[in-house]
């Protein structure tokens, strides 16, 4: 379910320290969203999609569209 942020991250040449480091917590709590293996919390899903410029719903994969509708 959570590809989508690794992909970003991924296409971003950015490592999950990095982003990690951003969120304000450890790579590992950050690694465990990637795999699935935790849910993101809203407001960590919030801070992900402004980073990213995109879409929550394209996050969850609800739509292809990444475009925000700000």
């Known amino acids: 379910m959570y590809k ?3 992909d970003l991250r ?4 950015m490592n999950q320290t990095q982003i990690a480091k951003m969120l304000g917590m450890s790579q ?4 465990k969203y ?3 293996e935790n849910d ?3 407001n960590i899903l919030i801070k992900l999609a ?3 410029n995109v879409s929550v719903d394209y996050i969850l ?4 569209n990444c ?4």
Request: glycine residues 8%; hydrophobic residues 15%; without cysteine.
């Open 61 to 64: 994969e609800r739509t292809d």
């Open 10 to 13: 991924e296409d971003w040449d």
């Open 50 to 52: 402004d980073f990213y």
């Open 40 to 42: 993101i919390p809203t």
């Open 4 to 6: 989508r942020i690794r």
């Open 34 to 36: 990637e795999t699935g």
């Open 67 to 70: 475009k925000t509708n700000r």
């Open 28 to 31: 590992t709590g950050y690694s």
